[in-house]
């Protein structure tokens, strides 16, 4: 009987009921996002400073720490506040925290650590409501509700017995299944396949790399996902860069749309791509800026740093912080809805070179990915810098690369990036991925 009840409350919206138990109220959450989505232009132009200028007030008299970064600070200006880091934010939480809240009456988790700087962090309950509010009403453009679709998810788990049995009965309770992904060989994946042709799955959700390394293996089997569960409406991919070619092998081998997720444990939702493939930013509950290396603005079209501000977290400031991550704002973008045109990546996944010369790891990236994946051989493959001229290209494949393909990977280095470069590669059985699963793509080793 018990059993039975758990199971149609969870039919229902047992999601939305268990946040609310925990004292998150999403009903309030839910409201005031319709309320901030019914403004017009003008007034949403009026929301956006007012709530900067709320936050900032808030911190500025209710936290000790934002006190202190700003107690210098003459200038009234939007643009002379601090940028935010996340070193700055590398102290004891109980140093950060505003007034009046505590360990017991917030929203507590700690970043991944992706960037090389991680740190517990804070939301007030109804800051953590409102991203769920805005999560579930981007899943709503294609027909998916976190409370009652089915998900397949592609994530990592903790391994340790209570890590690992807490994420478990997360799963039940937001009516997902996941697979495990620290091992991804063919064997792992034949069982996933088997699950795909048992559950009726309404979409997937995970890592990039995962599902990646999932649709090769369909295409090896010739299969086409939905063949097997026609139930499934579409793909959403987060955590790690999404290449135009990874999509269209993905949309192809699992027969459904690809989604663009850009999130942050500290922020919730960034940005979600929408029906017309448009990166569109949440500007409901954030204040996303593109700056220069001095703080300073850049016009839209631009790249540069992307720096957030939390327009209702009280409980802990982040305001004009410094992601991480590098980003171009579409010149078509307006104060309701900006768009993310370009996420390039990290801000120190960054490749140093003999000549003085500093890219995105990335572009080395793009050049080695044109030409190793032209026969689907190679699988996966990281990147890594050793030395200032030296880089290994670490790889996963069925066959090791010919003397001809590394010819050409190290041709193609020389024209993107400049001659003289040091190529090893290394073929590997198994990705060293990290304790969340997820697969860094570029890596550097320099000092």
């Not at 925990?22 to 232009?41: N, Q, T, V």
């Not at 494949?397 to 041709?411: D, F, G, H, V, Y």
């Amino acid at each position: 009987m018990f059993v039975h009840w758990l199971t149609n409350i969870r039919l229902v919206n047992l999601f939305d009921w268990t946040l609310q138990l925990k004292g998150y109220d999403i009903a309030f959450a839910k409201a005031e996002l319709s309320r901030i989505r019914s403004l017009s232009e003008n007034q949403y132009l009026d929301y956006i400073e007012q709530k900067k200028s709320e936050i900032v007030s808030f911190h500025k008299t209710s936290n000790p720490f934002y006190q202190k970064k700003t107690k210098e600070l003459v200038s009234k200006a939007w643009e002379d506040l601090p940028v935010l880091t996340k070193t700055d934010l590398q102290q004891p939480l109980s140093d950060r925290l505003s007034q009046g809240y505590t360990r017991r009456n917030v929203y507590l988790n700690k970043t991944s650590g992706s960037s090389g700087h991680p740190f517990i962090f804070a939301k007030d309950k109804i800051t953590h409501a409102l991203s769920w509010a805005s999560f579930q009403e981007r899943y709503s453009w294609f027909h998916l509700d976190i409370n009652t679709s089915k998900q397949a998810r592609f994530y990592g788990i903790p391994l340790d017995p209570i890590g690992y049995q807490k994420e478990r009965l997360k799963d039940w309770l937001g009516n997902r299944y996941r697979f495990p992904i620290f091992n991804l060989n063919d064997t792992e994946l034949e069982k996933a396949l088997k699950k795909f042709q048992k559950t009726s799955f309404d979409y997937l959700n995970g890592y990039t790399s995962s599902i990646v390394l999932f649709a090769k293996f369909l295409q090896r089997k010739n299969i086409v996902l939905t063949t097997i569960c026609p139930s499934l409406k579409a793909c959403i991919v987060t955590s790690e860069m999404l290449f135009e070619s990874d999509r269209l092998l993905m949309e192809e081998q699992l027969g459904i749309p690809v989604i663009n997720e850009y999130g942050a444990s500290e922020l919730g939702l960034i940005a979600f791509q929408n029906k017309e493939g448009q990166f569109v930013v949440d500007s409901e509950l954030l204040f996303i800026e593109i700056l220069d290396k001095n703080n300073k603005p850049i016009l839209n079209g631009e790249s540069g740093r992307i720096v957030v501000t939390s327009l209702y977290n009280k409980a802990h400031p982040f305001i004009r912080y410094d992601i991480g991550d590098i980003g171009i704002l579409s010149s078509k973008s307006t104060s309701q809805k900006p768009i993310l045109e370009k996420l390039i990546g990290r801000t120190n996944d960054i490749a140093h070179l003999p000549s003085g010369k500093v890219v995105p790891g990335l572009t080395f990236y793009y050049v080695t990915k044109s030409v190793i994946e032209e026969d689907g051989n190679v699988q996966e493959f990281v990147i890594e810098q050793t030395l200032l001229n030296t880089f290994k290209i670490i790889y996963t494949s069925q066959r090791e690369l010919t003397t001809n393909e590394k010819e050409k990977i190290i041709k193609a280095t020389y024209t993107y990036l400049e001659d003289g470069l040091n190529v090893i590669f290394e073929k590997v059985d198994r990705m060293d991925r990290s304790k969340r699963g997820k697969l860094k793509q570029f890596i550097s080793k320099l000092e």
